[in-house]
């Protein structure tokens, strides 16, 4: 009899996942609409698939912060050029990279190296999961699966968090201003570059500005195991339906 009502227990819990599961999924998939919503709705989000941003901050590059500005074009949905001017205590340095979806390169005091390493264009490719995704509607489609998180703060924010998954990928965080539906803050494992190790990366959102109809970053933190790495202002944006190929050939 014991066992017997184990058993019914047992199978109450299953039968109890199975219908949070269940609801899981078109309550995850609200948060999603509300964010396309809030972000600019679905017809300005799918219109504008590119952007050129302008910014200023800092960079923490080992034991030395440097000052940085620099301009950022992107084409939705894995194309990506960076260029970065660096000021290490009046020492100057441009360091531009550019993803074409396919190859990366590294443009440093004039000489350009293209990148084979196949972890760092993973890394690249997995981080245009989150900066490509085509206006968020991308995560309510197959392949991406959605799973909870539950509530948290983000800044002092109370956030929703959902778990995206694609197979063959890796999975990413997203975490959303749980009263306006705006995006506060991303994370997703990744890897450092300049060490080879694999570091955890959260982007929070700290303000937004108004732009062609869309709530678009204006101030960005971005933490590397949970210690500073990067902090800026995007002092001018454009929003465009589309860049020239040209724009992300090699440097």
Partial sequence: MLRFRVFC???AGVAFAALVSAQQGPDLKAVIKKAIEAHGGEQNLAKYKAGVSKFKGTIELGPVTADVTGETSLQKPDKVKNVLNLDFSGKKLELITVFNG????????GQTKEVDDEKILNAAREEMQIEGAGSLSDFLKEPYELNALGESKVKDKAAIGIRVSKKGQRDFNIFFDKK???VVKTEMRTLNAMTMQEITQEKFVLEYQDKAGMKIAKRVEIQRDGKP??????????????LDDSVFAKP
């Fill in 9 to 11: 227990v047992a199978l």
């Fill in 102 to 109: 396919k190859q990366l390169w590294v443009n440093s005091m």
């Fill in 180 to 182: 306006t539906g705006l």
């Fill in 229 to 242: 790495f990067m902090e800026i202002e995007i002092t001018d944006v454009q929003a465009l339906e589309k």
